[in-house]
């Protein structure tokens, strides 16, 4: 059971204790009424899968009840990095790099 | 810290009675969910009587009132005296305007009180959370998973902590605490 | 009775504690303290089962959990067996029934012995090579074939009875072995202040050193064993360490997870029943150091496997820890120093030891000198061609191994025991499964950990230290570094003072020279799953490369021990037949568990009626005492339906129904999920989330919501109640409850976090009770408090709180009957009360109590939708004929883009239609595909399918809603079920079946 740290609880908990919640930094439209249809594919569907560092939504579900955000080695299953919803996501080569060492 | 006394066993025969750890039901309580950012919880603090923690996974209390940090905005507040009307009232005039969201869970929850020198033995059957009271200590409190049910654990004392939760889930809970403790009869 | 091979004195048994026990039904004595496999040797049984495959005889090896051969079954009682454990772990009690498996009849008779004779028939890859053509063949031959001559041992037959328990445990320091390695590295850490846990599989913690009888060992001059004893006993009275024996560390998971399994109870004769049988300890450990010590090597000659052929080490072990002698004349086999510590010691117990024959040209050292000087015949490069002896080794082949590695024979030896080393493999399994990569030694030709992935090291001679001052520094070093590590502070204890013990050399890989034709002998590499040297080299020349694949194909090292035994003999044979090096051939990945688990202790307590919660809502008790049969929706027990006496599911169903469109029904709605929604912004978030309008909808109304996933799918409904200008109270369908609060509050924190709104599940704060039908009114009016129920003053879909029964409520008008109803929310504690007293208003209107499938059924007849039954995550609103529930003015709802995709405003999508069969008495079958003829031909692609199928007593006949293609444009035509028993017609019509003007709601 993986242990991940809850940047607002300040503490690792079991996996069970929270609920993956696909990639992160994909934001809803503002007006979805104004995209094509071929844009509100992209944003309903398109996800980048990528073998290394992705950025993803976790929810702290049986715990605080929030959503942050994770930088996971879809690898290693590492996670790199936690933040707080609406953080900018972390610089991903220098995290790469970081791990690597 | 002074003792921590919010629940009260009930009165029924206790779930467990075996060496080293007791579980009990406890008594009711007027029970809140109070949701909303750091300008409403300074408000609700003087009018609940004690201040809503802001420090993650702690509690505050005084004898018969207790706030429990659940989230950044949410905290789980316990009251053993005043009916949960009267208090909803008070809490809601002081807030006025200030957005927040007060909601009254008394029936929701139920509670266990477990208890003991083996209470923390008990709970670490089906709960993976470190119990050291030197890491989990006294005031602290938490939503988690016990076995596959949600509770929040309350440690209101060394060898004392209580389960808050959801009523229908407290039957699996409290069979589970005394399925384990059946081992404990034994000399 | 006599164990005729127990020596006078000596051992760690209790001899004032005799215990009788039976293997295959004989009655035999041991002691307590003994092993199973103890206790047999001691009464000279050697013959403990058959082999896997050639059901060859087969005999105790070693002494420890990596035994291939001695698999038993224990019995308890009738149903009540634990087949395939090792006798050299089992601790003898009084009564313990065993029995050996793999043969029929009996043991020293055994049918399946034939398949010995036909061993040429059985080498690497006889199945896949066998069983393949005809087709035909597989099950009614291979199948069979394989299913009886498959798998060891018989599966219980009953249910287990036993008790398992679970604990989950934190540390900063996990030690794991209690040898000499491990008890320093404990000592260390402990003394350092840190959080320890020490376990070991053995019944008794000490290791190699409950077995250290040399007087010239000495550890702070003290004998070994009272070193072991010290330091055992300031651990167990430091409060901050645990010590689990018999507890063996069976999986190393990411993170330090490690899963420890004890054996609470398997030792006792007579266990109490509260206690666990087992218990699962999931540790969560700062730093783990590993101290599993080393694992001795069989040689591979001919023939290496008949009973009476051992490790030395374990011939050791059975006389100076348990008093049983292996032998009356013994033999060694060896090619390393410590075999000589095992030949020394048997003599000295008065057993004849007539020759060490070492591989090795020019033995040296103290050990070799010492057994010389004790009278033993030692001979150099001398090695064992084969054996003899059917059910007990005889005589051993001897060879002399000359300097070009031909060998020449030298005779034979005859013996009842023979003991065999060929050297020690650092025991790397758990280092392995905490992903850490093996790096060969060259020196010491061992794979040794090589760095660590986890927060964890290895101590002692699994990481091939050796030498028992070496080892014990080591232990320190290691419980020293660890604890530094996980508290920040290590303290090395001050290093005892050890004479002898001193490491040996020595050691050989791999298949033994031998003067016997090579076409035509056996020499075992894996015990357990009899494969032979023979069979490797086979599967190198078939063309296997990677010694994954070798390992596969031979079945090679995927025994219970997981190679521990075989793994370094079969990467030697397969290197030297692939002409590659050790370290490039490289070690198979050791995988969980270590040895086997029960499953049990892998379910913990989670079996029977605590497997999941149990959810009841408050007023189950009553639907019990009523005699209500229940089903299960998600966690949740509901009432089905309440059959009188005499009556089945169908009339209790036929009468309630009929009941609530004649007076008035009561039902049970308490599962429903309920949300409250309160702050400023939530009327402007709950327009967001539903597909209706909400901004308008005045205080103490209601409103039907329809819940949309951003795809254009329907995932939820219920009806919202507005209780406030900032508080909703929003009810979800029983399933979807979690579902939806998860949705909301995805959207509300990701997406609109600007929004002052929270959400706050009451789901179980309220007992719902809804009382339908036209008498309805009448039956809660004398309750009720504060409340106007005149129609105008109430109309349907709105809310209004007060008191029943002097209970705060809050009330709703509101049906899913299509009759006029309410429902009665009240605090949880009172929904019995309340219940109680609206059911004798009820009575006495001669109302009933209905359940899930009459609600199921009076919907039905007036086409209301249940989430998950006419919709599968692919219907759209308009699929449903559900249009009208969208705010045709809103800018933006969750789900509203999707709804203007191409594939959803596309013809042809599959409607909600009601259908009729010809034949009022046929009811359709949920989920029967819908076709446009009656015997459509094969690879037809169906209309679509029914999704709700009643008799309705209203109608008086069947009913049916079905998803259809184009339905709607289909109605008044004739489509077809096609079933088994022949294709039913059916009419398409409209889903609301009755009182469509809806004239029934409004009274």
Request: contains cysteine; aromatic residues 8%; negative net charge.
């Amino acid at each position: 059971m993986l242990l991940i740290h809850c940047p607002y609880c300040g503490v690792e908990r079991p996996e069970i204790e929270f609920r993956y919640g696909g990639e992160a930094h994909i934001a809803r439209p503002a007006e979805p009424s104004k995209l094509s249809d071929e844009e509100w594919a992209e944003f309903l569907y398109m996800r980048t899968n990528p073998r290394g560092l992705m950025a993803e939504r976790w929810r702290h579900v049986h715990g605080c009840g929030r959503f942050f955000n994770a930088i996971r080695d879809t690898v290693s299953d590492r996670f790199l990095k936690v933040y707080k919803a609406g953080e900018k996501r972390p610089d991903m080569k220098k995290l790469a790099a970081e791990a690597a060492q | 810290m002074s003792e921590i006394a919010i629940h009260q066993a009930n009165g029924a025969a206790p779930v467990v009675s075996a060496r080293g750890a007791k579980v009990n039901l406890a008594a009711p309580l007027a029970r809140f969910s109070f949701r909303g950012p750091e300008a409403a919880c300074v408000k609700a603090g003087p009018a609940f009587r004690t201040g809503l923690p802001t420090t993650p996974l702690s509690s505050s209390h005084t004898q018969t009132r207790a706030a429990l940090w659940l989230g950044p905005d949410e905290w789980l507040l316990l009251a053993a005296d005043g009916s949960a009307g009267q208090i909803f009232g008070v809490i809601e005039a002081a807030l006025g305007d200030t957005p927040h969201a007060l909601v009254d869970v008394s029936e929701r929850n139920t509670a266990l009180i477990v208890s003991g020198p083996r209470a923390a033995w008990l709970l670490n059957s089906q709960l993976f959370l470190d119990l050291d009271d030197t890491v989990f200590h006294v005031g602290m409190a938490t939503r988690t998973l016990f076995a596959k049910a949600e509770i929040v654990l309350w440690r209101t004392g060394k060898d004392q902590f209580v389960i808050e939760c959801w009523r229908s889930f407290l039957p699996y809970v409290a069979g589970l605490l005394a399925e384990v403790a059946r081992e404990l009869e034994v000399a | 009775m006599k164990q005729p091979q127990r020596i006078a004195s000596g051992g760690r048994i209790d001899r004032a504690a005799p215990l009788s026990f039976t293997f295959d039904g004989e009655t035999y004595q041991g002691f307590k303290g003994d092993t199973l496999a103890s206790a047999l040797l001691a009464n000279d049984i050697h013959l403990v089962g058959r082999s896997f495959k050639y059901h060859r005889p087969r005999g105790i090896l070693t002494a420890g959990s990596e035994e291939p051969n001695a698999l038993v079954g224990l019995r308890r009682d009738e149903g009540q067996n634990t087949p395939n454990l090792r006798a050299t772990q089992i601790e003898l009690y009084s009564g313990l029934d065993a029995v050996s498996q793999n043969r029929f009849p009996s043991l020293s008779f055994d049918i399946g012995a034939v398949n010995d004779l036909l061993s040429p028939l059985f080498a690497a890859g006889f199945y896949y090579k066998t069983f393949m053509w005809p087709q035909s063949f597989w099950n009614k031959v291979y199948e069979p074939f394989i299913r009886a001559a498959a798998g060891l041992g018989n599966a219980p037959r009953d249910a287990d009875r036993d008790r398992y328990a679970n604990t989950y445990a934190h540390c900063d320091v996990l030690v794991i072995g209690s040898g000499p390695a491990g008890l320093a590295a404990a000592t260390a850490a402990a003394e350092s202040g840190a959080r320890v846990i020490l376990c070991d599989e053995q019944r008794e913690m000490g290791g190699s050193l409950l077995h250290e009888n040399d007087p010239s060992v000495a550890i702070s001059s003290e004998p070994a064993g009272q070193w072991v004893e010290k330091t055992l006993a300031d651990l167990a009275a430091n409060d901050r360490v645990t010590l689990l024996p018999r507890t063996t560390a069976f999986g190393y998971f990411a993170q330090n997870f490690v899963a420890l399994a004890e054996r609470v109870t398997d030792h006792l004769a007579d266990p109490d029943p509260r206690l666990p049988r087992e218990r699962l300890w999931q540790v969560r450990a700062k730093q783990v150091v590993i101290a599993t010590g080393a694992i001795e090597r069989p040689m591979v000659f001919p023939e290496n496997d008949r009973p009476g052929i051992m490790m030395a080490e374990a011939g050791r072990i059975y006389l100076n820890r348990y008093g049983a002698k292996v032998g009356s004349r013994v033999v060694i086999a060896t090619a390393c120093d410590t075999a000589y510590h095992a030949a020394i010691d048997l003599k000295q117990a008065g057993i004849e030891v007539d020759l060490v024959a070492d591989l090795r040209p020019d033995p040296q050292g103290a050990a070799i000198d010492a057994a010389k000087a004790a009278g033993i015949r030692v001979e150099p490069a001398m090695v064992v061609t084969g054996t003899q002896g059917r059910k007990r080794v005889s005589k051993a082949l001897l060879g002399r191994v000359r300097p070009d590695g031909s060998v020449v024979s030298a005779g034979s030896i005859a013996c009842d025991c023979l003991l065999m080393s060929g050297g020690w493999t650092p025991n790397v399994s758990l280092y392995s499964q905490s992903r850490g990569k093996v790096v060969f030694d060259e020196a010491s030709g061992a794979f040794v950990p090589g760095p660590s992935v986890q927060a964890e090291r290895s101590a002692g001679s699994c990481r091939g230290i050796n030498g028992l001052a070496a080892v014990i520094e080591d232990g320190f070093e290691a419980g020293e570094v660890a604890a530094k590590a996980a508290i920040g502070k290590g303290k090395r204890p001050e290093a005892p003072e050890v004479s002898g013990g001193e490491a040996g050399s020595g050691g050989t890989l791999g298949a033994l020279p031998h003067d016997r034709d090579a076409a035509r002998v056996r020499a075992f590499v894996d015990f357990q799953n009899d494969v032979t040297a023979k069979d490797v080299k086979l599967a190198v020349r078939e063309g296997f490369q990677s010694i994954e694949h070798i390992k596969r194909y031979t079945t090679t090292g995927m025994a219970t021990d997981q190679g521990r035994l075989s793994n370094m003999n079969a990467l030697s044979i397969a290197s030297t037949a692939l002409d590659r090096t050790i370290p490039d051939v490289g070690l198979t990945t050791f995988r969980q568990p270590y040895t086997p688990v029960t499953f049990g202790t892998l379910a913990t307590t989670s079996r029977g009626d605590l497997f999941d919660p149990v959810r009841q809502t408050p007023i189950h008790g009553w639907a019990e005492e009523q005699g209500a049969a229940f089903e299960d929706v998600g966690l949740w027990k509901r009432a089905w339906y309440f059959p009188k006496p005499g009556e089945g599911m169908h009339e209790a169903v036929a009468r309630e129904c009929a009941t609530v469109r004649e007076t008035v029904g009561l039902f049970d709605a308490s599962t429903l999920g309920k949300i409250e929604v309160v702050g400023p912004d939530a009327a402007e978030f709950l327009n967001r989330i539903y597909t209706n309008p909400w901004l308008k909808l005045g205080v103490g109304k209601l409103r039907y919501g329809l819940m949309l996933n951003e795809a254009g799918f329907i995932m939820d409904d219920g009806v919202v109640g507005r209780i406030a200008e900032d508080r909703f109270h929003v009810t979800t369908t029983t399933g979807g409850a979690p579902r939806v609060l998860a949705h909301m509050e995805d959207y509300l924190q990701t997406e609109w976090p600007d929004l002052d709104v929270w959400l706050t599940s009451t789901t179980e704060q309220w007992a719902v009770i809804a009382v339908q039908g036209p008498k309805a009114r009448e039956a809660i009016a004398p309750l009720v408090e504060g409340i106007d129920l005149a129609p105008e003053a109430m109309p349907h879909m709105s809310m209004q709180t007060g008191t029943i029964c002097g209970v705060p409520t809050r009330l709703f008008r509101v049906s899913f009957t299509g009759e006029l109803g309410f429902e009665i929310n009240v605090p949880a504690s009172k929904g019995r009360e309340v219940w109680e007293a609206v059911w004798e208003r009820v009575k006495a209107l001669e109302g009933c109590a209905y359940g899930t499938e009459t609600m199921h059924v009076l919907r039905a007849e007036k086409g209301y939708i249940i989430v998950g039954q006419e919709t599968d995550g692919t219907v759209t609103p308009d699929d449903v004929g559900m249009d009208w529930a969208i705010g045709k003015k809103k800018a933006d709802f969750v789900g509203m883009r999707s709804l203007a995709r191409p594939d959803i405003v596309v013809s042809g999508r599959k409607q909600l239609v009601g259908l009729l069969t010809d034949n009022p008495s046929v009811v359709l079958e949920e989920g029967a595909q819908v076709t446009q003829e009656a015997r459509p031909a094969l690879k037809t692609s169906a209309l679509g399918h029914v999704t709700s199928s009643y008799h309705s007593p209203a109608l008086g006949r069947s009913i049916a809603l079905a998803l259809v293609a184009d339905g709607r444009a289909k109605t008044g035509s004739t489509l077809y079920v096609p079933m088994p028993d022949g294709p039913i017609a059916v009419e398409v019509v409209s889903p609301v079946f009755y009182d469509p003007q809806g004239a029934r709601l409004d009274v």
